[in-house]
């Protein structure tokens, strides 16, 4: 296996499984991240009973709230949560991280956008979210 390899536990849930366990910032609930503080919010893991406006529900009362815009193309199941400032973003990520709505869920996998802000503002202005429904009863694992 070329490149690094890897050793002990892996930490980060988010990207390369060959980070160090100690660097990255805190994403709540035990879990840590390498991508960059951010405006935005990444929110993938939405289980199949539940829909955008679910998720919606969970972030909407957080401090600095500003919209939730979710991607429902085709399989993709994901929400990006924008945020007025990056501290009420990753008070957000810390709050929800792992959120379930019910004990048999997976729970969400939160992480900042990796994407700019100018992304994030063109689509606020232009509102463009496609929101996805629930497609089938809860899976016990």
Same mark, same amino acid.
């Given at each position: 296996?070329?490149?690094?390899?890897?050793?002990?536990?892996?930490? *980060?849930? $988010?990207? +390369?499984?060959?980070?160090?366990? &100690?660097?990255?910032?805190?994403?709540? *609930?035990?879990? !840590?991240?390498?991508? +960059?503080? @951010?405006?935005?919010? $990444?929110?993938?893991?939405?289980?199949?009973? &539940?829909? @955008?406006?679910?998720?919606?529900?969970?972030?909407?009362?957080? +401090?600095? $709230? #500003?919209?939730?815009?979710?991607?429902?193309?085709? @399989? !993709? !199941?994901?929400?990006?949560?924008?945020? *007025?400032?990056?501290?009420?973003?990753?008070?957000?990520? #810390?709050?929800?991280?792992?959120?379930?709505?019910?004990?048999?869920? &997976?729970? #969400?996998?939160?992480?900042?956008?990796?994407?700019?802000?100018?992304?994030? *503002?063109?689509?606020?202005?232009?509102?463009?979210? &496609?929101? $996805?429904?629930?497609?089938?009863? !809860?899976?016990?694992?």
């Amino acid at each position: 296996m070329a490149g690094h390899q890897a050793k002990g536990i892996d930490a *980060n849930p $988010f990207g +390369s499984k060959y980070k160090d366990t &100690e660097g990255g910032y805190d994403a709540g *609930n035990g879990k !840590r991240t390498y991508t +960059s503080p @951010s405006y935005t919010l $990444f929110v993938t893991k939405v289980p199949d009973a &539940e829909g @955008s406006d679910a998720v919606d529900d969970v972030f909407s009362s957080d +401090s600095g $709230f #500003l919209q939730s815009r979710p991607v429902g193309h085709k @399989s !993709r !199941r994901m929400v990006f949560v924008d945020y *007025n400032t990056i501290e009420c973003a990753t008070k957000g990520m #810390l709050a929800h991280q792992g959120f379930k709505w019910e004990d048999v869920d &997976e729970g #969400l996998k939160i992480d900042y956008d990796k994407d700019a802000r100018s992304k994030r *503002n063109t689509a606020m202005d232009e509102g463009i979210s &496609e929101k $996805f429904f629930s497609v089938g009863p !809860r899976k016990a694992k």
